[in-house]
């Protein structure tokens, strides 16, 4: 599986971005899809993920209520929609794929990533 995101920018704080993950590859519906973020100097983490059927999603503390994850299965591309903004949002943000659904929070189970996309939100 290769995934490409894209989306990313500079907004002003309580303003709105989606990005996008493309993915190819024959599989793409079965797999769990996940978005992480990491901002300088500190460690990478989870903010949601959404299981292959769409029915269900998951959502870091920080971002539950203003984000928002979906899957298009037929165009092979999950969403982030991401709302209300915080310059604390300020980094960069990689999709994730994996099969299974234990532990979708630990990156390191992720084995497929995107190269990222910087989400840069001013105050």
């Known amino acids: 599986v290769q995934l490409q995101a894209s989306g990313g920018g500079l907004v002003q704080a309580g303003g709105s971005l989606r990005l996008s993950c493309a993915a190819s590859?024959?599989?793409?519906?079965?797999?769990?899809m996940g978005w992480f973020r990491q901002a300088p100097g500190k460690e990478r983490e989870f903010v949601a993920a959404?299981?292959?059927?769409?029915?269900?999603?998951y959502y870091a503390n920080s971002v539950k209520g203003r984000f928002t994850i979906s899957r298009d299965n037929a165009k092979d591309t999950v969403y982030l929609q991401m709302n209300s903004l915080k310059p604390e949002d300020t980094a960069v943000y990689y999709c994730?794929?994996?099969?299974?659904?234990?532990?979708?929070?630990?990156?390191?189970?992720?084995?497929?990533w995107g190269q990222g996309t910087q989400v840069t939100v001013s105050s």
């Open positions: 994730a794929s994996r099969e299974g659904t234990y532990y979708i929070t630990t990156d390191r189970k992720y084995p497929y």
């Open positions: 590859g024959p599989t793409f519906s079965s797999y769990v």
């Open positions: 959404i299981m292959w059927s769409g029915c269900a999603t």
